[in-house]
């Protein structure tokens, strides 16, 4: 089975920037692939989408500051997030979708998460 795992959390101050990596396991090559977060309270969100041909889709609280991209060969998305705020502060879980109909059905897969932290 296909496992999505990050990297690339920790804990820095506002202003500050990390780069989150999700590598795919095995041969599967997703058609969409993305990044939700979820803070302490509140439902998981997305934060910025890419589809197979390296269009973007990015959050309004992330447009201008985050950056999605990936590296077919390599089988790895990242997300390059400058001047982070404190309300940034989440678990950030990778996302990966194949589609495997024309009626749009669809195999989903999941990372298991890596926190960010923003704090003074």
């Known amino acids: 089975q296909v496992q999505l795992v990050e990297s690339g959390g920790g804990f820095v101050q506002p202003g500050e920037s990390l780069r989150l990596s999700c590598a795919a396991s095995g041969r599967t090559r997703f058609d969409t692939m993305a990044w939700y977060r979820q803070a302490p309270g509140k439902e998981r969100e997305l934060v910025a989408r890419?589809?197979?041909?390296?269009?973007?889709v990015y959050a309004d609280s992330a447009e201008g500051r985050f950056t999605i991209f990936r590296d077919n060969a390599k089988n790895t998305m990242y997300l390059q997030m400058n001047n982070l705020k404190p309300e940034d502060t989440a678990v950030y879980y990778c996302y990966g979708r194949k589609v495997i109909n024309v009626e749009g059905a669809a195999i989903d897969a999941w990372g298991t998460g890596t926190l960010v932290t923003v704090s003074s």
């Open positions: 890419i589809s197979s041909g390296g269009i973007t």
